[in-house]
Structure formats: C-alpha cells, structure tokens
C-alpha cells in the first residue's frame, strides 16, 4: 500500500471530514478554523471561510447537486455549492449539536444532533423535522442510507445502532459488547452495515434484520473512528488513536496500515474522485491511500 499527504491547511485548522462532490472534487471540513475546503487530485486546495467558531463537522453530497454539512458548535446545516456559494439553516432544538449528515432516499438530508436525542431532517429548501429517541443521553453519531430504504445511525453513549424510516419510526438495536461507543457508519453492498466501536476497538457489522457481528482489532486500543465501503464491498476505516488505517473484507480479514507521520490523527475516509482512499489527518492534509496491486 503507498499513502501520499497533501498539505492542506495549516495544523490548526483541523481537517475533519471529508466526501466526493458531484463536479469530481473531494469536499473536506476544516472543523477548528470554520471553513470548508475542496481539492480536485493533482490539484491545489481551496477553502471557503464560514464563521470561524461554527465548527462544521460532517460532509456529504446532497439531492441538489450541492454539498451538505454540519456545523457543531453553531447548531446549524449548511449548504455549499460547487461555485462555493453557502447558505446556513438554524435549527429548531437550541445547543443540539447536529454531527452525522447523510442524503436519504426521500430526496431530503438526515442528520443526527448528539445533545437533543433527535434525528433531524431538513429539505433542500431548508424545512427542518426534527423526531426523538426513546432514549436520552445516547448521543447520535454518525448517519446513512441503507440499502432497505432507512436511515441507520449510531448511539455514542447508548451503546446501540438504530434504524429510522422516512416516517420518523425508529428501531434500536443494541450492541452486544458493553460501552463499546460506535461512531462511524456506512452501508455495505450486501444490504448490511458496517460500523466502528471507537472505544472497545472493535469493527460491527449489522444486518437489515438486527443480526449484529463483531471483529476485535488486533490492536484494541485503536479508537477506530470512521469507515467506508470501496468498489469491491471492502470496508476501510481510521484508527485515530493509533496513527493507522485499516481495512476488513466481507468476510472478516483484518488488514491494518501505519501512516507515515506520527501522530497524524486521522478521522474521516472516504472514496475519492480517482478511486483511490483519502482520508482527513487533524495534522492539515488528506492522505491518499492505494491498496497494493492498484494504480497509484
């Protein structure tokens, strides 16, 4: 595997979270200087400032052919378009502190608010429905499609993965490994999810039916963070408080891979533009990744 980093933004700023946009560009969050950033491979980055202390956390592609974010800190989604144009939506719920941001299959966007115990769900034209949990200090996480036409997002604190319909009906499903504290979230090919349980290293797999798979990490003190699913169904996720990479097969094979800089803390993975890995080191540069036998 050969891991490329590409400066970014300076070592405060803090890059975070990172998608592919439609105009084939990677859209990253720079979660501690309150901008947005985008970089086309082979490029040079370019960034646009919001207000410095929002703390715009969570990137996805939305419905409209603009990029969807959340802003942490702020309590509010914003909105950026290709030609870098930005509006913002205040939420409902006052200090909820929206975090996971996903499209869904009703052309509208989720998201999860870790302080309210809510799911939200705003339009493209910025009407916002938010619906409870039945539960309270779970603090959703992160939030996406599954392939069974629900929203499955994970509950930091209560140890659980859940499940709502369009209709706002919710499903949880709780994990068997106590306090495991899943983040990341991210639908497989195969109709499951795979999920990371940032606090008993640990990767979860979770079928549409609630059947849930654990596979400990080698090293279980690896704080796995995020995850994605590449081209062939393998799951790649962060190992942020290892300073690695990893991925797992369908099937359950473990690979884990060291970055070059220590200390780089990586966060969000995501599939870029050319096909290769990239994933958002806190340090101030995306890291490209390519798996052994593949074009660099």
């Not at 960034?47 to 703390?55: K, N």
Request: net charge negative; with cysteine.
């Amino acid at each position: 595997m050969t891991v490329e980093e590409h400066p970014v933004a300076d070592r405060a700023a803090g890059p975070y979270a990172l998608t592919t946009g439609p105009d084939d560009a990677l859209w990253f969050t720079l979660v501690h200087s309150g901008r947005i950033g985008r970089i086309v491979p082979g490029g040079q980055p370019t960034s646009h400032r919001l207000d410095p202390d929002c703390g715009p956390t969570v990137i996805t592609p939305g419905p409209d052919g603009a990029l969807w974010f959340t802003e942490y800190r702020a309590h509010r989604i914003g909105r950026i378009t290709t030609d870098g144009d930005v509006t913002e939506f205040d939420l409902p719920t006052p200090g909820c502190g929206p975090f996971g941001i996903a499209a869904g299959p009703d052309g509208a966007l989720w998201f999860t608010e870790t302080a309210a115990d809510r799911i939200g769900r705003i339009t493209v034209d910025g009407d916002v429905t938010e619906f409870p949990l039945p539960v309270t200090g779970a603090f959703p996480s992160a939030i996406t499609a599954g392939d069974d036409g629900g929203m499955w997002f994970t509950l930091n604190q209560a140890n659980a993965v859940g499940r709502i319909d369009t209709g706002g009906a919710v499903t949880l499903h709780p994990l068997p490994t106590e306090a495991a504290a899943p983040v990341g979230i991210a639908a497989g090919h195969d109709g499951a999810l795979w999920f990371v349980e940032i606090a008993a290293g640990q990767i979860g797999r979770i079928t549409p039916e609630g059947k849930i798979t654990e596979f400990p990490l080698p090293d279980r003190t690896a704080r796995p963070h995020a995850v994605t699913v590449d081209g062939q169904g393998t799951a790649w996720f962060t190992e942020w408080g290892a300073n690695r990479v990893g991925a797992i097969t369908p099937g359950g094979a473990i690979t884990t891979y060291d970055l070059p800089t220590p200390g780089s803390e990586p966060h969000g993975i995501t599939v870029g533009p050319d096909g290769a890995l990239w994933t958002a080191l806190e340090i101030g540069a995306l890291a490209r990744i390519t798996p052994a036998g593949e074009s660099t």
